[in-house]
């Protein structure tokens, strides 16, 4: 299958679980480890071969996934080490070894990222404006929403480039609450615009200043700074 475009992993709806189900048994997984294990080289690359067929079995596998489950299913092998939540595979030469062992990594690593979908979109649920928010509301709920996901990035476990994560993250937010991908995309752009670092965890008062400026740039509207109205929403939000 061919790699999935920039903009495709820009675009919520091919990962939003409930737009995709998943449907997943003992049968299912005895099936895709089958399949992942058929690819799997008798003899590996190895150092000297530049894990050329380590590599080769990465990608077919790769697009066994995204055949068999659809789009949603790109990330499964998004590790931390490269800015995405997953642990349970980190590429084709540090991760394929044994049929047996192989196959059990991408197992874990693909019900990892569903997980990790579904963890999202519950967050996004929680986060989101109400519907007939005014403006400076609506301005109160995108600067707590954007400093949770992009504490959620972080507490992904990624490393390197982690803040290519949050901006994702942040822009499927902004098109679940019904903003155009482009206008999500540019308005994201807009408040971290190079501000974040790989491998560098932001301070509270940088990662507070982005959801600042995100809110206002997007509602004319400063976020309140009195948030004792919101106690109890601030709390269930700290909470998850």
Do not use: K
């Amino acid at each position: 299958m061919p790699p999935i475009a920039y903009e495709g992993i820009r675009n919520w709806d091919e990962f939003d679980p409930a737009r995709h189900s998943f449907a997943w048994d003992e049968d299912e997984e005895a099936c895709l480890r089958s399949l992942v294990g058929e690819w799997v080289p008798p003899v590996l690359s190895g150092m000297a071969g530049w894990w050329e067929g380590e590599r080769w079995c990465e990608r077919q596998v790769d697009a066994i996934i995204r055949e068999r489950y659809g789009t949603w299913a790109w990330g499964w092998g998004w590790s931390y080490r490269y800015g995405g939540p997953i642990g349970n595979w980190v590429s084709g030469p540090s991760s394929v070894t044994t049929p047996d062992e192989t196959a059990e990594r991408v197992v874990s690593a693909l019900l990892e990222w569903r997980e990790w979908l579904e963890r999202t979109a519950q967050r996004f649920t929680e986060l989101a404006p109400p519907p007939d928010a005014p403006p400076e509301v609506r301005s109160w709920h995108l600067e707590r929403a954007c400093v949770r996901l992009v504490t959620h990035a972080l507490d992904s476990g990624a490393e390197g480039g982690w803040h290519g994560q949050a901006s994702i993250v942040l822009g499927w937010f902004l098109t679940s609450t019904g903003m155009d991908r482009a206008d999500a995309a540019r308005a994201v752009e807009s408040a971290i615009g190079g501000r974040f670092e790989s491998w560098v965890t932001p301070e509270r008062t940088l990662i507070e200043s982005v959801g600042e400026e995100l809110a206002a740039g997007l509602t004319g509207h400063a976020p309140y700074q009195d948030h004792r109205e919101r106690v109890a929403l601030e709390d269930l939000h700290d909470r998850c």
